[in-house]
């Protein structure tokens, strides 16, 4: 599942017209966009929760932990800046004492981020990161492996390759971590060395890489015979929901469209919701709720609605990429094609802590237009299909009268 590292900005409340968040829950920094949950499998991207907007002091007042409608815990708000104010009185960790009760609460998507991590989120929308260029997974055996490598990259330039395992990273083992402190091992300033121990079919690597800046496009398009038009959505960054949109525009008369979702993480809901606004002409795209405020969000007007769609997912496609997947789904202008999604449907907020480092705590979950929660269960494709999903794309598109 291809991943990208991706962070979220404080949200901002609707009414005020700036963005909601699918806030990513990876480290920050690094060169790999990894979740922070446990899961049988590989795990790609950082997936995310929606990170709503809210008027209110997002650290004032109490709130007592409460399950959502789907199981999912919060932490208290007040409890974390509580423990933190009085970690930091008494000269310690703020941050850590934060993350302690995150922990004890059972949010699983809940996480802490100091004053730097927290400042680098509007690089990474823009798709822009520091690190090596590796994105990384965990395996059943609790064993941390390597599923991506950035093209030009410094892990491309010094031979690393998907498939060699990490053992350690500047001298701290990794096997058995969560992906995300992996990731925040990985974390640096531009220029600087990280010494990287791996293996490959038994035989010890040793690596020093120096992190750089690093960048990838968040939307690539490509033309296949037959009039089809295939757009690749690698993550919704800032400036990838208008990009769908021109590449809608820009496709022949009579053409057919697969959106490709396949391990996409999510990123900012109003690029989402641009993306799905091309192919839908207004209406619902989702409802959320912010501790039982229902909330919704809506397609802008005239979208493409006439030329067949397919979207093709897997279980790397997360948060946002679901959000539209089931959008266009439950609207019944896509098939959607591929495997079960990963499942990823909460809504985060963020709650400021007196030593400056911020708190991502879960508050709500959002929905399908037709009222499918997504967390825990993800979307069914309509057709499932594995390696051949492209393939079945197209027979899904020759029936709908798209090629020769």
Not at 262 to 277: F, I, K, Q, Y
Request: charged share 20%; hydrophobic share 40%; proline share 5%.
């Amino acid at each position: 599942m291809p991943g990208l590292p991706a962070f979220c900005l404080r949200p901002r409340d609707l009414r005020r017209g700036a963005a909601l968040t699918l806030a990513f829950i990876a480290a920050v920094g690094a060169a790999a966009g990894t979740g922070c949950w446990d899961r049988a499998g590989a795990v790609g991207a950082a997936g995310a929760g929606l990170a709503a907007a809210g008027t209110q002091n997002p650290a004032a007042g109490p709130e007592t932990p409460r399950e959502t409608g789907t199981g999912t815990a919060t932490a208290d708000r007040e409890a974390v800046a509580r423990a933190a104010a009085e970690a930091a009185a008494e000269g310690k960790s703020g941050k850590k004492a934060a993350e302690e009760v995150v922990s004890r609460s059972g949010d699983r998507w809940g996480m802490v981020y100091d004053q730097g991590e927290y400042a680098a989120f509007t690089d990474d929308l823009d798709g822009r990161w520091t690190g090596v260029g590796l994105w990384i997974e965990s395996r059943r055996d609790d064993r941390i492996a390597v599923e991506k490598v950035q093209p030009g990259s410094p892990a491309d330039r010094s031979g690393l390759r998907a498939g060699d395992r990490l053992l350690s990273v500047d001298g701290h083992a990794v096997t058995g971590l969560r992906v995300c402190d992996v990731v925040a091992l990985l974390r640096g300033g531009a220029g600087t060395p990280v010494v990287l121990h791996l293996t490959r079919d038994g035989a010890d690597l040793t690596e020093t890489l120096r992190r750089e800046q690093l960048h990838t496009e968040p939307v690539t398009v490509r033309e296949l015979p037959g009039g089809i038009t295939v757009i690749k959505v690698a993550s919704f960054s800032r400036g990838s929901g208008e990009q769908v949109r021109a590449a809608v525009r820009a496709a022949k008369p009579g053409a057919g469209f697969m959106l490709d979702l396949r391990g996409n993480p999510g990123g900012l809901v109003t690029e989402a919701v641009t993306a799905a606004s091309a192919f839908l002409d207004g209406g619902l795209v989702a409802t959320y709720d912010v501790r039982g405020a229902q909330r919704a969000l809506y397609a802008s007007p005239g979208g493409d609605t006439a030329r067949p769609l397919v979207t093709l997912v897997d279980g790397g496609t997360m948060s946002a990429a679901e959000l539209v997947t089931g959008a266009l789904q439950d609207r019944g202008r896509a098939v959607a094609v591929g495997s079960r999604t990963f499942g990823k449907g909460s809504v985060q907020m963020p709650t400021p802590l007196p030593d400056g480092s911020v708190a991502e705590l879960t508050v709500g979950t959002y929905r399908t237009p037709a009222g499918r929660s997504l967390d825990g269960s993800g979307i069914t494709p309509d057709l499932t299909a594995g390696e051949g999903a492209e393939e079945r794309a197209r027979t899904v598109l020759g029936g709908l009268g798209v090629g020769p």
